[in-house]
């Protein structure tokens, strides 16, 4: 099946400084998914991409589709301490009918 | 418009018994997914049904899950004769026309088996 490789792992930053995470895959997938997830919540859909290329902002966050289909990046820019969760990349693939979802990356924003 | 309502939101049972976890989809989202996740791991497809049908339940185990989500009421997501390694959080989603456009989580069911 596939797999998806989010990095980093952790990251610990001060506040106000910008941050970015990524996911890469060995397939390509047909959508590119961000998700925050808060200690003891389920996963709150943060954006979405649907074509190769695409830029998306929203708010202090923007995500994009790699050209290859196969990565995606977020970045959060001037982070402040309500940024701290884990952030989830998932790709959709129509031939599998599912999200893979990546391993996830634990941010701490520091005072 | 409430969102995805899954409950209860714990359930400890010891090994041995039944569980059953509900899944109520946002209204309109006829498509509902469940995922496993385990501590500090990322979250695992486990089952896609639409009404009355099961779409494709290759990430459920063979044995003691089961799933239905039927014509009235919610998803149900059963696990029979639980063992100690079935303790995770389990998450349902719905979407409105599939997982290709956005997908909405509920908040989970934390379920601990000892």
């Known amino acids: 099946g596939q797999q998806l490789n989010q990095s980093p792992q952790s990251m610990f930053i001060q506040e106000g400084e910008d941050v970015s995470m990524n996911c890469t895959s060995s397939?390509?997938?047909?959508?590119w998914l961000w998700y925050k997830q808060d200690p003891g919540e389920g996963p709150v859909l943060l954006i979405a991409?649907?074509?190769?290329?695409e830029l998306t902002s929203n708010g202090r966050l923007t995500a994009q589709f790699g050209i290859t289909r196969k990565d995606s990046f977020l970045n959060i820019s001037a982070s402040i301490p309500s940024d701290v969760g884990i952030y989830f990349c998932a790709g959709y693939l129509v031939a599998a009918r599912q999200l893979t979802f990546g391993s996830g990356t634990q941010l701490t924003v520091l005072p | 418009n409430a969102g995805v309502m899954q409950n209860p939101r714990h359930l400890v049972r010891r090994r041995g018994q039944e569980a059953r976890l509900r899944c109520s989809p946002m209204k309109g989202h006829s498509h509902v997914y469940w995922y496993r996740q385990l501590p500090e791991e990322g979250l695992k497809f486990m089952v896609y049904l639409q009404k009355e049908n099961i779409i494709d339940e290759s990430g459920m185990p063979k044995e003691r899950f089961s799933a239905e989500f039927p014509k009235e009421g919610p998803s149900i997501l059963r696990i029979q004769q639980v063992v100690r390694g079935d303790s995770a959080a389990y998450f349902c989603?719905?979407?409105?026309?599939?997982?290709?456009?956005?997908?909405?989580f509920g908040q989970g069911t934390r379920l601990t088996v000892v």
């Open positions: 397939s390509i997938f047909n959508t």
């Open positions: 991409l649907y074509k190769a290329g």
């Open positions: 989603a719905s979407s409105p026309q599939g997982m290709n456009t956005e997908a909405f």
